[in-house]
């Protein structure tokens, strides 16, 4: 899962994304975080959008038991 959340003021966008992989098949079958990170920063740069890696926060697993 991906989350972007844009903030806009005085004419600036500020943005953080969260990443997370819900299950171990997720993160077996190419879903990692290291792949989402990419297309995250991938896509805030097509937009223009500001974004670090420091503004990027992940959960590794998440699996609900």
Same mark, same amino acid.
Request: charged share 30%; no cysteine; hydrophobic share 40%.
């Given at each position: 899962s991906i989350m972007l959340?844009?903030? +806009?003021?005085? =004419?600036?966008h500020k943005?953080?994304?969260?990443? @997370?992989?819900s299950s171990q098949r997720q993160a077996d079958e190419g879903v990692s975080l290291a792949a989402q990170k @990419?297309?995250?920063? +991938?896509?805030?740069?097509f937009k223009d959008i500001?974004?670090?890696e420091d503004e990027i926060f992940? =959960?590794?697993l998440s699996i609900n038991h």
């Open positions: 959340i844009i903030k +806009d003021s005085e =004419n600036t943005a953080v994304a969260y990443i @997370r992989v @990419r297309r995250i920063l +991938d896509y805030a740069k500001p974004l670090s992940q =959960n590794p």
